[in-house]
């Protein structure tokens, strides 16, 4: 591909920070820099706790732990998401239940959710896509009014922001993904961030096997106790190192990709057929995707992402409906239909966004878009 979905975006402050750790000859696991990188984490989005783990996805998991969510609770989730939401109540033997999205963010839908709450409910877990904040405001205030706990998964959205409050400090606890795509990279890792001291605490315990030690576990002579069971979710130091050198240079990453966001929104726009993503007002996106939705039919979106494929851009679908995935019919999801979830889903297409992104690429992009409309017309 000339153009990929995305690239990482690195420099020699990254390798060196690596390096060091290597070099060392010790910690590569459960290091400084691992505690460092948190308290980072927490003082950038304004939280009062943060534990870092191996995946967003094992974070996640943890939660589902840490809150002690049980078989026959029911979790509200999107279907309109990456997989690992949707299995997270799983994982715990609690029922996901899936609300519709609204079209402004591709969110979670308000209204939608309040319909789907039940006396079994005991949680909320919107999405932030794309690294658009979703109507988490409205979804807080639901949460409080049914007393049920709110979990953003901001995976996509490290840095995203409503006025100055940051996504992932509007829940009761929050997780953030690593993944190479993400808005700054580990190459895989993640992060829960919570203010709930109760919360953080099992989280520590859980994230190393349930383990109670003082110091480093390697190294130390003092007594270890195991208080409950726990898993090897750590991150390792050299993959904080590297976090800590990403995490420098975020703000800059994230000016970067709204550049190119606006650059190719003020572009597509222009074309008949499109709708470019918008943020609402007060709303500041950090386009971890760029997503756009060609609204006359599905075989036309099709039909694009193959004739960019041909002209050597990679493109994506993000998402198809989780609920129609085969793991979901074998458990019993055959009557799920969120009808604006299903018809977005049909619509979406994901165009390369990534913080490097030249202005010769860009207008690759928009002129092969522009392209194959003319192409259509004619």
């Known amino acids: 591909m000339k153009i990929p979905l995305f690239k990482i975006y690195w420099d020699e402050e990254d390798i060196k920070a690596v390096e060091e750790v290597i070099r060392s000859g010790m910690h590569w696991c459960i290091g400084k820099q691992i505690e460092e990188f948190e308290k980072r984490i927490s003082e950038y989005v304004g939280a009062r706790y943060c534990v870092t783990f191996n995946s967003g996805g094992s974070a996640l998991h943890a939660l589902m732990l840490a809150y002690d969510f049980k078989p026959g609770d029911e979790i509200i989730v999107p279907s309109f998401t990456f997989i690992a939401t949707a299995y997270t109540p799983l994982y715990v033997g609690a029922k996901p239940v899936f609300a519709d999205i609204e079209e ?112 480093d576990y390697f190294t130390s002579t003092s007594d270890v106790d195991y208080a409950i069971p726990g898993y090897n979710w750590r991150l390792s130091t050299i993959l904080a190192a590297l976090g800590l050198s990403q995490l420098e240079k975020v703000d800059k990453l994230i ?90 889903s049909s619509q979406v297409l994901t165009l390369p966004m990534y913080p490097h992104l030249t202005k010769e690429e860009l207008d690759y992009i928009v002129d092969s878009v522009k392209e194959f409309f003319e192409e259509v017309r004619t």
Do not use: W
């Open 104 to 215: 402004e963010t591709l969110g979670l839908d308000p209204e939608d959710v309040k319909e789907k709450i039940t006396k079994k409910t005991k949680a909320i877990i919107p999405i932030h896509y794309g690294g658009m904040p979703c109507k988490i405001e409205e979804l807080k205030e639901i949460a409080e009014d049914y007393n049920l706990v709110l979990i953003e998964d901001a995976a996509e959205a490290f840095g995203a922001k409503i006025k100055d409050k940051y996504v992932g400090t509007f829940g009761d606890s929050s997780i953030f993904s690593f993944c190479q795509n993400k808005i700054f990279t580990t190459s895989e890792g993640g992060c829960v961030v919570t203010n709930n001291k109760k919360i953080y605490e099992r989280l520590k315990l859980i994230v190393s096997y349930g383990r109670v030690t003082a110091g």
């Open 255 to 344: 000016e970067m990709r709204r550049k190119n966001a606006e650059y190719l929104t003020k572009e597509l726009r222009k074309i008949n057929g499109i709708l470019p993503p918008k943020e609402p007002n007060d709303y500041f996106a950090v386009y971890q995707m760029y997503t756009i939705r060609i609204i006359d039919n599905p075989e036309k979106r099709n039909s694009l992402m193959n004739f960019l494929a041909k002209k050597g851009i990679s493109t994506k679908i993000y998402f198809d409906p989780v609920h129609k995935y085969l793991v979901f019919k074998k458990l019993g999801y055959n009557d799920v239909n969120p009808p604006i979830t299903e018809r977005i």
